[in-house]
């Protein structure tokens, strides 16, 4: 069964950075683009970042971008979301998430509709 857990998460004061990882069980992520997204209490799920099965291309979110990077190390079944320079507005319950839909596809997709598998996500909170 495939899994996917969430660790890294915390609580920080805004500037602060926060490296949330996702590690893959049960099924080997190389071939599949990964991303994150994020909900805050009482809001809907918002797509953050995205990366392509060869970790060569990226997507953020505007609202991230400049901020966070995801990265991937395909060797570790693993995927990274490096948080710097942190807002309150960050604040929310970060999941990782796979597109299962496509093998070895270049592009990687940008909507939370387009992922078919998450996690069940890790804790983000930031202070002011």
């Known amino acids: 069964q495939t899994q996917l857990r969430e660790s890294g998460g915390g609580l920080v004061q805004a500037g602060d950075s926060l490296r949330p990882f996702c590690a893959a069980s049960?099924?080997?992520?190389?071939?599949?683009?990964m991303g994150w997204g994020r909900q805050a209490s009482g809001k809907e799920r918002e797509f953050v970042a995205s990366?392509?099965?060869?970790?060569?291309?990226?997507y953020h979110a505007d609202s991230v971008k400049g901020r966070f990077t995801i990265s991937r190390d395909n060797a570790k079944n693993s995927v990274y979301l490096q948080m710097d320079s942190l807002k309150p507005e960050d604040t929310g319950v970060y999941f990782c998430?796979?597109?299962?839909?496509?093998?070895?596809?270049?592009?990687?997709?940008?909507?939370?509709?387009?992922?078919?598998?998450w996690g069940q996500g890790t804790q983000v909170t930031v202070s002011s």
């Open positions: 990366i392509n099965w060869r970790g060569e291309t990226t």
């Open positions: 049960g099924r080997v992520i190389s071939s599949f683009s």
């Open positions: 998430t796979m597109d299962m839909t496509y093998n070895s596809r270049d592009y990687a997709a940008r909507t939370v509709a387009d992922y078919n598998y």
